[in-house]
């Protein structure tokens, strides 16, 4: 089988280019799933096109592929309604599949919504799309409601099919290094928190975490080292969640002198000096932590309630280690005002990141927000007809404007600028011969 596997554009541009160029790490995954099953696969990444639609247009006439996976997003679910459009257009007997975040909790409102659209693979998608792909290759018209992890049509309506279990040992999974480079990497699947702003509890399951074994991503590292990588990001929700399997990763990748660096991200409660040396050691030059707000009220409400001495704990360790600390506000929470600003940025000024992101909040499909928007009737998954990639939280909120909020932004902004050199400035390095 001929098989396309799509990132597609996404709906607004972004001010930094390599937001839009990276593929998505599960993407790999389906192609190297498919690469070892025989079939020939190509990964389109429209999202780093500057005229997707005329290089997709282009592509399917020239290699008519038999199937059409897209990677869906909110972000980017327009452009995967019109990718998939297009493919019907120019290879009407082509079978288009949605996978992904977006399709997992939208499954039959793109089903419903999108009549060029045949399949949707809900969660994880290695093993089901896999079955869909000799189910389609066969000719088979039918038996696809007894594939499970598919929505479908039935009798001209959307039809889940059975829950398609987790891989348990995703070490088992087909290796993407020994097909692709790439630069985004994955020690694990789930994440133990419950942040009501993210989807990933709702999408691997709340509490459901796997690993890959130490040894598997350190040869995966070594693998693309030789391919000419020398720098990765750990796309982990929480990279180190488990302080033993972090420390033997770090320790074999020193043990095979392999010269690399690498980012992550972490929570500010699963972090410690002994880790953090390891990590170092190893080429960890950035720790990207949730902080969400200065306010413990704040931080309650979004389901984040880690004490301010644990966050400031990570960020000293973290400078002291020769990691930049890089922190994640959100603003224009439930119960956000003026008072809570000026908490967020007392504790900024109090931790001292050396990189910062602001977030305005914004509700996506599977978050606990969005369940909530629900059950009380402020939004129904109609709203995704709209050309929006999400609900902004002072949309639904009485007691929030755009004004009130864009001024909130302004502070933690400036805040942050105004004293980034002073910040530096008081780094103090940990006293450590193995470090210098």
């Known amino acids: 089988m001929k098989l396309f596997l799509v990132n597609p554009r996404l709906m607004d ?15 790999y995954y389906l ?38 996976g897209f990677t869906v997003l909110n972000a980017n679910r327009s452009g995967a309604v019109e990718g998939a ?30 009549p060029e659209l045949d ?3 809900s969660g994880e998608g290695e093993i089901t799309l896999m079955e869909l792909a000799r189910a389609v290759e066969s000719g088979a018209n039918e038996g696809y409601d007894l594939i499970p992890g598919l929505v479908c049509r039935k009798d001209g309506q959307p039809f889940r099919t059975a829950e398609r279990g987790r891989v348990e040992n995703i070490d088992d999974l087909s290796e993407p290094s020994r097909f692709h480079t790439f630069q985004h990497l994955a020690f694990s699947r789930g994440c133990p928190g419950n942040c009501r702003f993210c989807g990933s509890p709702a999408f691997w399951g709340k509490g459901h975490v796997r690993f890959h074994s130490p040894l598997r991503i350190a040869d995966q590292v070594e ?118 600003i000026e908490e967020s940025c007392d504790l900024m000024l109090r931790i001292r990141p050396l990189g910062a992101i602001f977030h305005v909040l914004t509700v996506f499909p599977g978050t606990y927000f969005y369940s909530l ?7 129904t998954d109609q709203v995704w007809e709209q050309n929006i990639e999400d609900i902004p939280w002072f949309e639904v909120d009485p007691d929030l404007d755009f004004e009130k909020v864009k001024r909130f932004g302004e502070r933690l902004r400036h805040t942050f600028f105004d004293h980034l050199d002073k910040f530096a400035l008081q780094v103090t390095l940990v006293r450590r011969s193995d470090l210098y």
């Open 13 to 27: 541009e972004r001010i930094n280019e390599y937001d839009t160029s990276a593929v998505p790490i599960g993407l």
């Open 31 to 68: 192609a190297a799933a498919a690469e070892d099953s025989g079939h020939h696969v190509t990964l389109v990444n429209l999202a780093a096109e500057k005229e997707p639609d005329r290089y997709f247009k282009q592509l399917l006439e020239k290699e008519k592929p038999d199937m059409v």
């Open 85 to 114: 459009r297009l493919a019907k257009q120019i290879v009407p007997e082509t079978t288009n599949v949605f996978g992904g975040p977006s399709a997992t909790f939208l499954g039959e409102f793109f089903i419903r919504n999108v």
């Open 119 to 121: 399949f949707v693979v």
């Open 223 to 340: 693998r693309l080292y030789r391919k000419g990588v020398t720098h990765f990001y750990f796309s982990d929700d929480t990279f180190t969640m488990k302080k033993e399997r972090v420390i033997e990763l770090c320790r074999t990748l020193v043990q095979k002198k392999i010269p690399v660096t690498f980012n992550a991200i972490s929570r500010a409660d699963f972090i410690d000096e002994e880790m953090l040396f390891h990590m170092r050691k190893a080429g960890c030059i950035q720790i990207s932590f949730g902080v969400e707000s200065g306010s413990d009220r704040i931080r309650n409400a979004l389901g984040k309630p880690i004490k301010k001495d644990r966050i400031i704990r990570a960020f000293d360790l973290a400078a002291a280690h020769g990691i930049l600390p890089r922190a994640y506000f959100i603003y224009g929470s439930p119960g956000e005002t003026d008072q809570t």
């Open 373 to 379: 928007l629900k059950k009380e009737n402020r939004v």
